[in-house]
C-alpha cells in the first residue's frame, strides 16, 4: 500500500459532517411529512415541520461555506471539469464499477493530491453540488416565505409546482446520498473512507 496523504482538511470534514447530519434530518422529516399516516406519524407534524425547517436552513448556510471554501482554497480545483475526454473517462470509470472491481482490477484512475474524485465522481458531484444543491435551496426558502412563489405558472398553482419540484430534487439527493455510502465503501478498506472524513488522510490501495 502507497503511503497515506493528508486530502481533507478540518472545514471541509467539519462542513462535510454537518451537511451528512442536516440531511439525514431533513430526509427524515421530509418522509414524515410527505408519507406518514396523520394517525402514526414517523415524527409528530408540526415538529416534523419545525425540525425541516430547522435543518434547511442550517443546509443553506452551510452550503455558503462550500462555496466560499471552494473559492478560497485550493479545492475548488478538483470540480474542474475536462469536458474534451469527459465521455470517455466516463466510460472508462463505468468499467470499472461495473465489471473491473469485481476482478480486482486497478482503479483507471487513482486518487492523488492533484486528484481527488475519479470522473464519475466529479461529474456527479458537480451535478448535486452546482445543481441540484442550489434547486432545493432556492425551492426550500420559496415554500419557507410562500408569498415570493408566484401565484400561476402556466394556469397551474406556483406553490404546487414549487413543492413538486422541491420534493423531486430531494428524492434524487436521497438517492445520491445511497449511492455515495456504497460507493465509499469501495477504498482500501470498507471503512478507509470514511475514516478519512475523521482525520483527513486519504489511504491508496
Known amino acids: 500500500m502507497s503511503e497515506r496523504f493528508y486530502l481533507y482538511p478540518i472545514w471541509l470534514r467539519l462542513w462535510h459532517a454537518i451537511n451528512a447530519f442536516m440531511f439525514l434530518v431533513l430526509l427524515a422529516t421530509g418522509l414524515s411529512m ?6 402514526w406519524p414517523l415524527i409528530r407534524f408540526d415538529l416534523a415541520v419545525q425540525f425541516h425547517n430547522i435543518a434547511g436552513i442550517i ?3 452551510n452550503y455558503l461555506i462550500f462555496l466560499m471554501g471552494n473559492l478560497a482554497t485550493a479545492n ?3 470540480y474542474k471539469m ?3 475526454t469527459l465521455f470517455d473517462d466516463l466510460l472508462k470509470q463505468l468499467n470499472y464499477y461495473l465489471f473491473g472491481v469485481f476482478k480486482k482490477q486497478p482503479t483507471p484512475f487513482p486518487i492523488n493530491q492533484s486528484r481527488k474524485f475519479n470522473p464519475l465522481q466529479k461529474f456527479t458531484y458537480v451535478v448535486t453540488m452546482y445543481g441540484m444543491m442550489p434547486v432545493i435551496i432556492i425551492t ?3 415554500l419557507l416565505f410562500p408569498e415570493m412563489i408566484i401565484d400561476k405558472v402556466f394556469q397551474s398553482s406556483g406553490i404546487f409546482l414549487t413543492a413538486l419540484l422541491h420534493t423531486v430534487v430531494g428524492f434524487m439527493l436521497s438517492m ?3 449511492i455515495h455510502v456504497y460507493f465509499s ?3 482500501s478498506t470498507p471503512t478507509s473512507n470514511f475514516k478519512s472524513m475523521v482525520n483527513g488522510f486519504h489511504e491508496p490501495h
Not at 410527505?34 to 394517525?39: A, C, F, K, M, R
Open 34 to 39: 410527505q408519507y406518514s399516516n396523520p394517525d
Open 59 to 61: 443546509v443553506s448556510f
Open 76 to 78: 475548488g480545483a478538483y
Open 82 to 84: 475536462n469536458w474534451k
Open 140 to 142: 426550500g426558502l420559496a
Open 176 to 178: 445520491f446520498l445511497v
Open 185 to 187: 465503501t469501495m477504498g
